[in-house]
């Protein structure tokens, strides 16, 4: 009987907590928490034929940043700071660079790309690519394309005046550095030194994760690729008189830049915007415009220029005129926008 009787006042009170808890059954075992799932970052997409370029280009004001402040002690250095520099001279692959990162700066100005794009829906994908590629100088004449061009003009000018600037430490180092017993030795032979300046510019870039963290965080702001990068002034040096003075006046936007050559760069922003289905032949027009053979030949010539003057020198400080005049200053001038 009393048997009975605990196992009916059990009853009784299961049912009653059951009824409270809205009929749910307390017996059943508690489900444990999900595990959490780890999200991993989906993979960054491969870099276009335009981000490839322009990071190499970024590379480059990458090295000319180093230079504002890198060691001109030694002989060493001099062909360090050289080698750098001409790595980036050789073949057309700083006058892609150069284009393909004015390109995107020009495309940060919607109301020219929104344009483009009526265009090719007006006329179709194909015409207006057509248009552009045998036309360069077309892009320029839309309404919004002003704008555009001031900015790839005043990224170009901050860009050369960058370089300028380290130009001018070289030039001053050149004259500073005949008090320096190492700089007044004779070079000896410089085959070898020539020999290692004709092969420079052959192997590939090497993009590091900084600079295209950098370049990305650049170009979405639509900085020149001078401003990637910050840099320490070497400490100022006086240059002795008889160093000729230079003149920077890169600073300002060019008066007439050359029209076909921002045509140039506006229609690589204006092809990469159209966005049409065939991305291999967009990329195919775009190849085409990266070229540019009055720049081409420019570069050429500051090649051969450099390993005349590095030729013709017979003391080590000579070599930092060299890097002064012809590795940098004539490069300034190959890249303006008024080039010729």
């Not at 050429?300 to 005129?321: I, K, N, P």
């Amino acid at each position: 009987m009393l048997t009975t009787l605990l196992a009916t006042g059990a009853l009784s009170m299961s049912m009653s907590l059951a009824f409270q808890d809205g009929g749910q059954d307390q017996t059943a075992p508690a489900q444990p928490p999900a595990a959490p799932v780890l999200q991993l970052d989906q993979p960054a997409a491969d870099p276009t034929l335009i981000e490839r370029s322009a990071g190499e280009y970024a590379a480059y004001h990458g090295v000319i940043s180093d230079l504002h402040s890198a060691p001109i002690g030694s002989g060493a250095d001099l062909d360090e700071a050289m080698n750098r520099l001409t790595a980036f001279y050789g073949e057309e692959r700083l006058v892609r660079a150069w284009i393909a990162y004015a390109a995107i700066i020009a495309a940060r100005h919607p109301e020219y790309i929104d344009e483009v794009r009526e265009l090719a829906d007006y006329y179709g994908p194909e015409a207006a690519m057509t248009g552009l590629i045998y036309d360069p100088t077309y892009a320029t004449s839309f309404a919004s394309s002003e704008d555009a061009q001031d900015s790839v003009v005043e990224a170009l000018a901050r860009d050369n005046a960058e370089i300028l600037e380290v130009s001018q430490r070289y030039r001053a180092a050149a004259y500073e550095l005949q008090g320096e017993r190492w700089a007044n030795r004779s070079h000896g032979d410089r085959t070898d030194r020539l020999a290692e300046l004709s092969i420079m510019g052959r192997d590939p870039i090497n993009l590091s994760d900084e600079v295209m963290m950098t370049l990305a965080n650049g170009l979405d702001s639509g900085l020149p690729a001078s401003a990637l990068f910050d840099h320490y002034d070497a400490p100022p040096t006086a240059a002795p008189a008889i160093a000729p003075q230079l003149s920077l006046t890169v600073g300002e936007a060019a008066p007439d830049p050359d029209r076909d050559r921002i045509g140039r760069i506006l229609s690589v922003a204006a092809l990469q915007s159209l966005g049409n289905n065939d991305p291999a032949r967009t990329d195919e027009l775009v190849d085409a415009l990266l070229a540019d053979p009055v720049v081409e030949r420019c570069l050429a010539w500051v090649r051969l220029d450099l390993q005349q003057c590095v030729a013709a020198g017979h003391f080590m400080y000579e070599d930092s005129f060299c890097i002064a005049e012809h590795a940098l200053m004539d490069v300034s001038r190959c890249l303006a926008s008024n080039a010729n």
